[in-house]
């Protein structure tokens, strides 16, 4: 049987780890998804680092979802692509995250990629309620 694609979430201050802990109401247990924070006392070069050591067995199917593009995290995740063959999604949501569990058997294809990256813009919205009019 195949294992489960890796996700690795590369997050500030560790928010992805929270991201990670409240799937568990959304999709139940989850499986090869970890969190590397970047802490404010983390140095670019340790950080580095300590990606490189929580990235052993990745593979054309580990997935690595950052949190803000253009920011370390992206720019260490980018940097790595030239000894990992992993795939980087920037700006990952609770959705996004939600639908790379959903594809997590499945290999890491342009559409399902392109799957993921919609369900976290498609959940994007501004909520409002509808106000009643006088005639209702």
């Not at 409240?22 to 139940?28: D, K, N, P």
């Not at 590397?36 to 990235?55: A, D, G």
């Not at 580990?62 to 260490?76: A, Q, R």
Request: no cysteine; net charge negative; charged share 20%.
């Amino acid at each position: 049987m195949r294992n489960k694609n890796k996700i690795i979430l590369l997050t500030h201050g560790g928010w992805g780890g929270g991201l990670i802990k409240s799937m568990g109401m959304l999709v139940g247990k989850t499986i090869n998804v970890i969190d590397i924070p970047l802490m404010p006392s983390e140095t670019l070069v340790n950080y580095i680092s300590l990606v490189k050591e929580s990235s052993k067995d990745v593979n054309e199917n580990t997935l690595v979802l950052t949190d803000i593009p253009g920011g370390t995290t992206s720019n260490v995740a980018l940097r790595l692509t030239r000894e990992y063959p992993w795939k980087i999604i920037s700006g990952v949501n609770a959705l996004m995250l939600v639908e790379a569990i959903m594809h997590q058997d499945e290999d890491l294809s342009l559409n399902v990629l392109e799957k993921i990256l919609s369900a976290g813009k498609d959940s994007q919205n501004i909520l409002e309620i509808q106000q009643k009019t006088n005639e209702e």
